[in-house]
């Protein structure tokens, strides 16, 4: 996705006025002469909400014994809310629900080794490339276009026809400079 740079973030205390929320917004476009492309993953996934305040929830998720409330070891929603959201001085109704998020993260958050790094043909293709959603961009052999292509193949076989024309007149050159000096 183009990127410039800048994002925005929902808070906790934001109101909750869709069905899903971004929990990240990156800025940028195909205009805009900060972005550039960078690849991206998008991770899903659903928050705990309160169903009258309309904002998500902080959830206690770890302490070092069971029963202290945490989620991931005594696996109990209304308890773990609870502490959570006392934890960081904000209301909690006791009622709660669980809305679909997204996060955009940068793919510097979890880079690959080498070895399994991308090949070309991941985004410089027709059928499945990774690239096929970035607007206003052509990216070479993402997409059929036919000007553009003809192009670039008339283009490529002037420069042939230009690197062929020259050799043989330097060939011819020093033919005729072996003549003049026998």
């Given at each position: 996705?183009?990127?410039?740079?800048?994002a925005?973030?929902?808070?906790?205390t934001?109101?909750?006025?869709k069905?899903?929320?971004?929990?990240?917004?990156?800025?940028?476009?195909?205009?805009d002469?900060?972005?550039?492309?960078?690849?991206?993953?998008?991770?899903?996934?659903?928050?705990?909400?309160?169903?009258?305040?309309?904002?998500?929830?902080?959830?206690?998720?770890?302490?070092?014994?069971?029963?202290?409330?945490?989620?991931?070891?005594?696996?109990?929603?209304?308890i773990?809310?609870?502490?959570?959201?006392?934890?960081?001085?904000?209301?909690?109704?006791?009622?709660?629900?669980?809305?679909?998020?997204?996060?955009?993260?940068?793919?510097?958050?979890?880079?690959?080794?080498?070895?399994?790094?991308v090949?070309?043909?991941?985004?410089?293709?027709?059928?499945?490339?990774?690239?096929?959603?970035?607007?206003?961009v052509?990216?070479?052999?993402?997409?059929?276009?036919?000007?553009?292509?003809?192009?670039?193949t008339?283009?490529m076989?002037?420069?042939?026809?230009?690197?062929?024309?020259?050799?043989?007149?330097?060939?011819?050159?020093?033919?005729?400079?072996?003549?003049?000096?026998?």
């Open positions: 996705m183009w990127f410039n740079g800048t925005d973030h929902f808070l906790i934001d109101k909750i006025e069905d899903t929320i971004n929990i990240n917004t990156l800025f940028g476009s195909y205009d002469p900060n972005s550039k492309i960078i690849p991206i993953k998008i991770h899903r996934g659903k928050q705990p909400y309160d169903l009258k305040y309309k904002t998500l929830l902080q959830a206690k998720l770890w302490a070092t014994e069971k029963g202290e409330g945490a989620f991931w070891i005594d696996l109990n929603w209304d773990a809310l609870k502490i959570g959201m006392e934890y960081v001085g904000l209301p909690f109704s006791g009622q709660y629900g669980f809305i679909n998020t997204k996060a955009y993260l940068p793919v510097s958050h979890m880079v690959s080794k080498s070895e399994d790094a090949s070309c043909r991941e985004c410089h293709n027709r059928n499945n490339s990774r690239l096929k959603n970035v607007p206003g052509y990216i070479p052999a993402t997409s059929y276009k036919k000007n553009i292509n003809m192009a670039g008339a283009l076989l002037l420069s042939l026809l230009g690197v062929l024309g020259h050799a043989a007149l330097r060939i011819r050159a020093s033919y005729k400079r072996k003549k003049l000096s026998i």
